[in-house]
C-alpha cells in the first residue's frame, strides 16, 4: 500500500469493516510497529511503539472510536488541558470557541466522567481541535453527532486547513461522508487501496464494479441498451451510470435511453424509480419529481466528468 497527503488535502479512506483502515491510520500516528516499509511525516521517519516510549506523533491528533478524555477534570479543563504554554486569555478565547461549536457550553463545568458517551465523543473531538496539528486523523469518530452537529464541525475544519497549513485523513464506511466532506478519496479493499483520486473520479468513474458499489447506487448498461441516436451507442462497451446523472424528458426526441416503469419509492431525499431496459435489466434512477407511471419512460444521460 503506497499514499501521500499534501499540505491542504481532505482524504477520505472509504471501504468495508476489516479490510485495514483504522490499522493504516494507526500506523500512520505511530501506533502500531510496520513490518515492512515506512512512514515519513514532513521528510522523518514515523516510529512505533517500538521505538517511543510515548506512542503517537507530537505533530498529528487522533480522534478514534476510542475518544481519549480526562475523567477527572471537567470539558472545559479538558480542552484547556491541550492548551499549556498558551496566555489565559487564548485559552478563555479557544476553548470558549470549542464548547460552542461542539454544543458542549453548558456541560463545561461538569466532570468528563459523568458524560454520556456522545458527549465524551465531543470532548475528544474539540481536545483534537484545541491546537489544531499539521495532520489530523480521524477514525470514524462521528458516530454519536447527529448531521447539523457534523457539518458545522467540518465547516470548521475545511477552513482551518489552510489557514493552519494542516491536512486530514478521514477514515470512514459511508460514501456519504467520503464525498461531501473530503477532497480526495481512496477505497480500500483487502488491505490494499484499489483506487485513489479526485472525489468526483472515484465517485462517476470506478475502477471496477466493487468500487461503484462500494460508493454507492450504480447502473451498468451495454451500449447496445442505448437509442441509435445517442453517443453512448457509440462507446461499444459497458457505460456505468449513477442514478443521479439520468434526466426525464416528456418523449423520445433527444433521449439516449427508453425504459419501462416498474415501481418508485421515496428514500426522504428523492424518488427512486426502477425501471427495465429493453433486454430486461432492472435500473435504478433518481427523480426530484414524484414519477408517474407511465409504460415508457425517456431519459437523458448527463455526463458530470
Given at each position: 500500500?503506497?499514499?501521500q497527503v499534501?499540505?491542504?488535502?481532505?482524504?477520505?479512506?472509504?471501504?468495508?469493516?476489516?479490510?485495514?483502515?483504522?490499522?493504516?491510520?494507526?500506523?500512520?500516528?505511530?501506533?502500531?510497529?510496520?513490518?515492512?516499509?515506512?512512514i515519513?511525516?514532513?521528510?522523518?521517519?514515523?516510529?512505533?511503539?517500538?521505538?517511543?516510549l510515548?506512542?503517537?506523533?507530537?505533530?498529528?491528533?487522533?480522534?478514534?472510536?476510542?475518544?481519549?478524555?480526562?475523567?477527572?477534570?471537567?470539558?472545559?479543563?479538558?480542552?484547556?488541558?491541550?492548551?499549556?504554554?498558551?496566555?489565559?486569555?487564548?485559552?478563555?478565547?479557544?476553548s470558549?470557541?470549542?464548547?460552542?461549536?461542539?454544543?458542549?457550553?453548558a456541560?463545561?463545568?461538569l466532570?468528563?466522567?459523568?458524560l454520556?458517551?456522545?458527549?465524551?465523543?465531543?470532548?475528544?473531538?474539540?481536545?483534537?481541535?484545541?491546537?489544531?496539528?499539521?495532520?489530523?486523523?480521524?477514525d470514524?469518530?462521528?458516530s454519536?453527532?447527529?448531521?447539523?452537529?457534523?457539518?458545522?464541525?467540518?465547516?470548521?475544519?475545511?477552513?482551518?486547513?489552510?489557514?493552519?497549513?494542516?491536512?486530514?485523513?478521514?477514515?470512514?464506511?459511508q460514501?456519504e461522508?467520503?464525498l461531501?466532506?473530503?477532497?480526495?478519496?481512496?477505497?480500500?479493499?483487502?488491505?490494499?487501496?484499489?483506487?485513489?483520486?479526485?472525489?468526483?473520479?472515484?465517485?462517476?468513474?470506478?475502477?471496477?464494479?466493487?468500487?461503484?458499489?462500494?460508493?454507492?447506487d450504480?447502473?451498468?448498461?451495454?451500449?447496445?441498451?442505448?437509442?441509435?441516436?445517442?453517443?453512448?451507442?457509440?462507446?461499444?462497451?459497458?457505460?456505468?451510470?449513477?442514478?443521479?446523472?439520468?434526466?426525464?424528458?416528456?418523449?423520445?426526441?433527444g433521449?439516449d435511453?427508453?425504459?419501462?416503469?416498474?415501481n418508485?419509492?421515496?428514500?426522504?431525499?428523492?424518488?427512486?424509480?426502477?425501471?427495465?431496459?429493453?433486454?430486461?435489466?432492472?435500473?435504478?434512477?433518481?427523480?426530484?419529481?414524484?414519477?408517474?407511471p407511465?409504460?415508457?419512460?425517456?431519459?437523458k444521460?448527463?455526463?458530470?466528468?
Open positions: 500500500m503506497s499514499l499534501n499540505e491542504g488535502d481532505i482524504l477520505a479512506l472509504l471501504g468495508p469493516s476489516g479490510g485495514g483502515k483504522t490499522t493504516l491510520i494507526k500506523c500512520i500516528y505511530g501506533l502500531e510497529d510496520l513490518e515492512s516499509g515506512e515519513s511525516f514532513n521528510n522523518l521517519k514515523v516510529l512505533g511503539p517500538a521505538f517511543n510515548m506512542p503517537g506523533h507530537p505533530d498529528m491528533k487522533l480522534v478514534s472510536q476510542d475518544y481519549y478524555v480526562l475523567d477527572n477534570h471537567s470539558v472545559e479543563e479538558n480542552i484547556k488541558d491541550i492548551l499549556i504554554g498558551h496566555t489565559d486569555e487564548y485559552k478563555e478565547q479557544r470558549a470557541k470549542l464548547l460552542k461549536l461542539l454544543d458542549l457550553a456541560l463545561k463545568h466532570k468528563a466522567k459523568n454520556s458517551s456522545g458527549q465524551k465523543q465531543r470532548v475528544a473531538i474539540a481536545r483534537a481541535l484545541a491546537h489544531f496539528p499539521k495532520l489530523l486523523l480521524l470514524e469518530p462521528f454519536n453527532l447527529d448531521k447539523i452537529l457534523k457539518d458545522k464541525l467540518f465547516d470548521f475544519i475545511i477552513r482551518e486547513v489552510p489557514k493552519k497549513h494542516s491536512s486530514v485523513i478521514l477514515i470512514t464506511h460514501a461522508e467520503a461531501k466532506y473530503a477532497d480526495k478519496v481512496g477505497v480500500i479493499v483487502d488491505g490494499k487501496i484499489a483506487q485513489m483520486a479526485k472525489k468526483e473520479e472515484v465517485y462517476y468513474k470506478p475502477k471496477n464494479a466493487k468500487i461503484a458499489k462500494i460508493m454507492g450504480y447502473n451498468i448498461l451495454a451500449a447496445g441498451e442505448f437509442e441509435s441516436s445517442s453517443s453512448f451507442r457509440k462507446k461499444n462497451k459497458k457505460v456505468l451510470l449513477r442514478p443521479n446523472q439520468f434526466h426525464f424528458l416528456e418523449n423520445k426526441k433521449a435511453l427508453v425504459v419501462n416503469y416498474i418508485h419509492f421515496f428514500n426522504g431525499k428523492c424518488f427512486e424509480v426502477l425501471a427495465q431496459t429493453r433486454s430486461g435489466q432492472q435500473i435504478i434512477v433518481y427523480s426530484s419529481e414524484t414519477p408517474v407511465e409504460n415508457s419512460i425517456f431519459l444521460i448527463n455526463s458530470f466528468i
